[in-house]
């Protein structure tokens, strides 16, 4: 089965091959070089000097994070569909209060509706922000969203989750006080660890909440890493050793902003085939992901039954989600894939609408 999926997505063979080795404790001299040789190459890569933690959970954890460490009261939320969303039900189960900017589906949020929404509720403790809304395969100007959010003084967390590793993000500059991946989406890693990094200001507000839980605190984290000695709980050492091999092949192969420009060729493959065979993409013009096109199912046809054909085929692309099931498929371009295969798949994508 050749993958096109949205996570976990098909993994390099090098990364495979580092994983299936021998284990040794977290606690060990080799764990803790492999750990901080990682953590550096991640801070590299997102262009920060900001702490990097290695959760033991998958991206997710980090939402739960960002609201049990640094919001007391509430939090303003940009939902642009499923995680969006999630991000939001995070804050409220755990008895925060949570203000919704909340564009039709398929636009970006804008900097002007954060704006006005931070204006209308300076209350408000920090913005999350989806970059790269995989639901709806949407891009939002996170940069300048970030800006806005900064102008208003609150504090930014990114779930990045299936935009880091594929798209540029460049923490310290736009001021992104927590953003936080998984390692099965861009970086082509079985799942099971979450990455993040987390900025000084969001420490401080971490040292002053009360009730913050144990596993997720920021500040207990913090202590491990500065105290040399990685994490407070088990490490998820394949993952990790998988995470730290991706990262080297990327630079072997010509740094990261040749890997995201990889991405981009790949999408614009699997996009200009998609559109070649009469099909639109559902985001808005000039949002479209640069990870995972969400395509309209043509007039008649559902998106599940274009993605169980294309099963038979073999080649797995990814269901709509939420709201969108019915209407659309997705097909992702991240983590380990051949451009002959891209070429195969949009072949077997031709066949499968022409017998439908
Ligand atoms: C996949 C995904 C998640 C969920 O990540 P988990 O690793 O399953 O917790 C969250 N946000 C976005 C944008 C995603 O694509």
Redesign the pocket.
């Known amino acids: 089965m050749k993958l096109f999926t949205?996570?976990p997505v098909a993994c390099y063979p090098e990364v495979l091959e580092e994983m299936g080795r021998q284990m040794y404790s977290h606690r060990s001299k080799e764990y803790l070089q492999l750990h901080y040789e990682t953590v550096e190459l991640l801070q590299r890569f997102l262009e920060t000097e900001n702490q990097v933690f290695l959760f033991s959970s998958?991206?997710?954890?980090f939402m739960e994070a960002c609201v049990r460490n640094c919001v007391e009261r509430s939090i303003l939320c940009c939902v642009n569909g499923s995680?969006g969303k999630?991000f939001a039900t995070v804050a409220a189960s755990n008895g925060r209060e949570v203000v919704k900017v909340e564009p039709p589906l398929g636009e970006p949020t804008t900097p002007e509706m954060l704006d006005e929404a931070l204006r209308q509720h300076p209350e408000v403790e920090a913005v999350a922000i989806?970059h790269?809304?995989?639901s709806v395969g949407l891009i939002n100007p996170l940069r300048d969203l970030a800006a806005v959010a900064k102008e208003h003084g609150k504090l930014v967390f990114v779930?990045a989750?299936?935009s880091m590793g594929g798209t540029e993000i460049k923490v310290d500059e736009w001021g992104l006080d927590v953003c936080f991946s998984?390692s099965?989406?861009c970086f082509g890693v079985p799942?099971g660890l979450?990455i993040g990094s987390v900025s000084e200001e969001a420490l401080e507000r971490s040292e002053e909440m009360r009730n913050k839980g144990w596993y997720f605190d920021f500040k207990l984290w913090e202590r491990y890493h500065r105290e040399g000695r990685g994490t407070p709980m088990t490490s998820v050492i394949p993952q990790v050793a998988g995470l730290n091999r991706i990262l080297k092949l990327i630079e072997e192969w010509g740094g990261k902003r040749w890997y995201f420009d990889l991405y981009l060729r790949r999408n614009r493959r699997i996009r200009e085939g998609v559109e070649r065979l009469g099909l639109s993409l559902f985001p808005k013009r000039g949002y479209e992901s640069p990870t995972v096109s969400c395509i309209n199912a043509p007039e008649g046809v559902d998106g599940p039954t274009i993605y169980q054909r294309m099963r038979e085929r073999g080649f797995e692309l990814a269901q709509g989600y939420g709201a969108l099931k019915k209407r659309t498929f997705r097909i992702g371009n991240m983590g380990y894939m051949e451009f002959r295969d891209i070429d195969l798949m949009l072949e077997a994508l031709k066949e499968t609408l022409e017998s439908l």
């Open positions: 949205v996570g998958t991206g997710s954890g995680f999630r989806t790269n809304e995989t779930d989750v299936s998984s099965q989406k799942p979450a």
